[in-house]
C-alpha cells in the first residue's frame, strides 16, 4: 500500500540525484536553473522536495546535464507512486461521501411526517442494494434556497422527498451516483429510465456551471465526467423521443467538459469533447446548442494558427435557424472578435453593436446558454478587440468597466480579465501598472487553478523582462520564477 510518506520520500531522493547530476555537471543552482527556464530557488526547492516540477523540467534537465534519460525516468517513478496513492485516496473519500450521503436520510418515521410517499413506479427507478454506495438515485432537485434543494430518492421501496444542502448534493452526483460505481459493483442501469432524469441533468449542470465559475474547473471536471458516463448509460437504454433529449443532455454536458478541460490547459481534451458535442446536437437536431457550439468553436480559435476561422465560425452561429438571442448575441460577439483580429475596425464595431441588441432580448433565465451575455462581459469583450486594434487606451476603459461590474464570485472571469487589462497597459507604456495589475491576475490564477490565466501572465512576464529594475516588475517576476 503506497503512502504519503514513501511519495514524499521517492520525491526527495529523485532531487537528490537531479542535485548530484549537477554537481557532476559543475552547475551550481543559480548556474543551472536560467539554462531550463527556471529560478535557482525552484531548482533548491525541487532538490530538497519541496516543489513538485513538472515532467517539462525533468526532460529539460535531462538534456541540460546529458543524463540518458535518468532523471526522467525517476519522474515517472514518482508519478506512478503518486497516482497509486491518489487512487486509494480517491476510494476512501468515495466512501466517506456514500456514508455521509447514507446519513442523510432522516429516519423511517421523520420520512413518513416530512413528505407524501411515491410509488416506485412513478419515478422508474429502482435501484439494486449497493454495498459501501449509497443505494438510491435522485430526480429532478427543487431549489429551494440559495443553500439547499429538495431531493427525491427512491430507497427500500417508496420515493422519498428531503431537504440536502447543494454541497450534499454536488458530493452524491460526484461520489455516489456514478457508473464507474455501477460498473465495478455489477449494478445494472434501470430499463426503464424515467423522462424526469432530463431535468434532474440540467438542474445539476446549471448547479456545477456556478461552482465552476466561483472555485475553477479543477474542483467539478471529475464530477463532469462522471455524469457524462451516467448520461450515457441512459442514453443506451433510452428510445425515442427521451433518447434525443438524452443525446441533447449529454452534449451540453460534452460542451461543458470541453470548456473546463481548455481552461485547465488541456486542449486536446476541448477538441475532443467539443468536436463530441456538435455532432450529438446535430444528431439530436438541437439548433440552439449546434448554435452555441460552433461560436465555441470561434471562441477557440482565438489566439491560434486558425484565427482566420473565428469571423466564419462567428457567422456560421448566427446563421444557424433557431437560435435564440442570446446564442445569437454569443455569435456577434465572436464575429466582433474575428473582425477585430482583421483589423476590420467597422466590422468589430457593427457586430460588437448588434451583440447589444440581441443581448437586450435575451432570456431572463441565468442558466440560458449565452445568458452570461451581460454589458460587462460586453465591454470585456470590447476591450480585447480594442487590444488587437492597436488601441490600448480605450481597450483599459473597457476592461476596467467590465470588472467594475464583474460579480465578485465569478472569480476566473475576474482574473482573465484582469490580465488582458495588464497586457493593455503594457501596450500603453505603463509597465508599472502592467505588473501590479498582472499579479493580482496570476494570484486569482492560483485559486481557480486556469491555466489559461497563467499563460497570459507568463506571456506578459516575458515582455516585462526588460523593466525588471522597478520594484512591481520584479516582484511580478520573482512570483513567475516559483511557479513550475
Not at 430526480?139 to 421501496?157: A, K, Q, R
Not at 474575428?338 to 431572463?364: K, P, T, V, Y
Not at 476566473?412 to 505588473?435: I, S
Amino acid at each position: 500500500m503506497t503512502t504519503p510518506e514513501q511519495v514524499a520520500e521517492a520525491r526527495r531522493d529523485l532531487g537528490r540525484q537531479l542535485a548530484a547530476w549537477r554537481r557532476a555537471a559543475g552547475l551550481t543552482q543559480a548556474g543551472f536553473g536560467p539554462r531550463i527556464g527556471y529560478s535557482r530557488s525552484a531548482v533548491a526547492n525541487i532538490e530538497t522536495g519541496r516543489e513538485q516540477a513538472p515532467r517539462s523540467f525533468w526532460e529539460a534537465a535531462d538534456r541540460c546535464l546529458s543524463t540518458g534519460g535518468a532523471l526522467l525516468a525517476g519522474y515517472q517513478q514518482v508519478a506512478e507512486l503518486e497516482r497509486r496513492y491518489k487512487t486509494r485516496l480517491a476510494r476512501a473519500r468515495e466512501r466517506q461521501r456514500a456514508a455521509r450521503a447514507t446519513d442523510l436520510l432522516p429516519p423511517p418515521d421523520e420520512q413518513q411526517n416530512n413528505a407524501p410517499s411515491i410509488p416506485a413506479s412513478a419515478s422508474g427507478w429502482t435501484p439494486r442494494p449497493m454495498p459501501d454506495v449509497f443505494a438510491c438515485e435522485p430526480s429532478g432537485p427543487d431549489v429551494v434556497d440559495g443553500e439547499t434543494v429538495i431531493l427525491t430518492v427512491v430507497s427500500d421501496g417508496p420515493a422519498r422527498a428531503f431537504r440536502v444542502s447543494r454541497r450534499a448534493l454536488l458530493e452524491l452526483t460526484a461520489g455516489a451516483v456514478t457508473t464507474s460505481a455501477s460498473v465495478a459493483l455489477g449494478v445494472a442501469v434501470p430499463r426503464t429510465v424515467d423522462p424526469a432524469v432530463v431535468g434532474h441533468f440540467a438542474a445539476l449542470r446549471a448547479l456545477l456551471v456556478r461552482a465552476d465559475n466561483r472555485l475553477g474547473g479543477l474542483s467539478v471536471l471529475p464530477t463532469v465526467h462522471q455524469q457524462i458516463a451516467v448520461i450515457a448509460e441512459l442514453r443506451r437504454q433510452a428510445r425515442g423521443e427521451l433518447r434525443d433529449q438524452l443525446l441533447s443532455t449529454e452534449a451540453s454536458w460534452s460542451e461543458f467538459g470541453g470548456w473546463l478541460s481548455d481552461d485547465l490547459g488541456n486542449r486536446e481534451a476541448g477538441s475532443r469533447l467539443l468536436d463530441r458535442a456538435v455532432s450529438m446536437a446535430q444528431e439530436a437536431d438541437d439548433r440552439e446548442l449546434c448554435a452555441y457550439v460552433l461560436a465555441r468553436k470561434a471562441q477557440r480559435a482565438i489566439g491560434t494558427d486558425d484565427e482566420d476561422r473565428v469571423v466564419g465560425l462567428g457567422r456560421a452561429a448566427a446563421r444557424t435557424a433557431g437560435a435564440p438571442a442570446p446564442v445569437r448575441a454569443f455569435a456577434a460577439v465572436l464575429s466582433a472578435r474575428g473582425s477585430a483580429i482583421d483589423g476590420d475596425r467597422h466590422g468589430f464595431q457593427a457586430a460588437l453593436h448588434q451583440a447589444r441588441c440581441l443581448a437586450e432580448q435575451g432570456s431572463a433565465d441565468g442558466d440560458a446558454l449565452g445568458s452570461f451575455c451581460t454589458p460587462a462581459y460586453l465591454s470585456a469583450n470590447a476591450g480585447e478587440g480594442w487590444l488587437r486594434l492597436n488601441e490600448p487606451c480605450r481597450a483599459i476603459a473597457s476592461l476596467t468597466a467590465a470588472i467594475s461590474e464583474w460579480p465578485t464570485g465569478y472569480q476566473r472571469e475576474r482574473g482573465r480579465y484582469l490580465a488582458r487589462t495588464a497586457h493593455a497597459y503594457l501596450a500603453a507604456a505603463e509597465p508599472d501598472q502592467a505588473a501590479t495589475v498582472g499579479a493580482a491576475a496570476l494570484a486569482l490564477a492560483d485559486t481557480t487553478g486556469s491555466a489559461r490565466i497563467r499563460q497570459e501572465i507568463s506571456a506578459l512576464g516575458s515582455h516585462l523582462a526588460a523593466f525588471s529594475a522597478r520594484p512591481a516588475v520584479k516582484d511580478l517576476l520573482d512570483q513567475l520564477a516559483v511557479r513550475p
